[in-house]
């Protein structure tokens, strides 16, 4: 069964400083994906990934991704308000996608 | 304008009382899916399906039928609510399952009194 676990579930943090959310997933996967919601919004893809060792960067966010770990990172980097979200990772097996719990993030000014 | 529209974006109703939230995607995605997300859970996929009236159960699929007579169309049917399928729901739509991001529509808070 494929299981996903993200941590931390919360967050909070400076201004300016750096953090890591990791994802662990408990089975080979196709692909994994990082996405942001707002308070009562929607989701927004952030990063789709789907090779080990994949790397990709927008703005101050960087995933990656370890297959070989089955451990996927969502780097920040120099922090701002802007980025307080929660933060969920999804793994895709065959035709299903299965959604960590989310790591809700508030960077405090 | 790429979107996937959820209607209605709230709905309060009766237990046992049929009811549809419906899905619709201007992509020609073939793959839409159902979550539900409630807090301390994340979101869990209910049903999916793969093009047209191909469908398939997700993690959590008790209580809740799709049809997918269209390609753009993905209707989430729930036959018989109960107040344990309060929730928000969320449809997404993908050209692939696998290399895609998904889009997601805007949600529907459903509250079954």
């Known amino acids: 069964e494929l299981k996903v676990e993200q941590n931390p579930l919360f967050l909070s943090m400076q201004e300016g400083k750096n953090y890591t959310i990791y994802c662990n997933y408990s089975?080979?996967?196709?692909?994994l994906y990082w996405y942001r919601q707002d308070p009562g919004k929607s989701l927004e893809s952030l990063f789709v990934?789907?090779?080990?060792?994949a790397v990709k960067q927008e703005g101050r966010l960087m995933a990656s991704l370890d297959t070989k770990a089955r451990l996927s990172t969502l780097h920040i980097t120099a922090a701002v308000h802007d980025l307080s979200a929660t933060y969920f990772c999804?793994?895709?097996?065959?035709?299903?996608?299965?959604f960590g719990k989310g790591t809700r993030l508030h960077i405090l000014p | 304008e790429a979107q996937v529209t959820q209607n209605p974006r709230y709905l309060i109703t009766v237990t046992g009382k049929k009811l549809t939230v419906t899905c619709s995607q201007n992509?020609?995605?073939?793959?839409m899916s159902w979550y539900r997300q409630d807090p301390g859970l994340g979101l869990r996929q209910i049903y999916y399906?793969?093009?047209?009236?191909?469908?398939d159960k997700g993690d959590v699929p008790e209580g809740y039928k799709v049809s997918r007579k269209e390609k753009r169309n993905f209707p989430l049917i729930l036959e018989s609510p109960s107040p344990n399928q309060t929730s928000l729901y969320f449809c997404?739509?993908?050209?692939?399952?696998?290399?895609?991001?998904?889009?997601f529509g805007q949600g529907t808070r459903l509250t079954v009194v």
């Open positions: 089975t080979t996967s196709d692909r």
């Open positions: 399906s793969m093009n047209v009236e191909v469908t």
């Open positions: 990934l789907l090779s080990n060792g």
């Open positions: 997404a739509s993908s050209s692939k399952t696998g290399g895609v991001e998904a889009f």
């Open positions: 992509m020609n995605h073939e793959y």
């Open positions: 999804a793994v895709g097996r065959d035709d299903k996608i299965i």
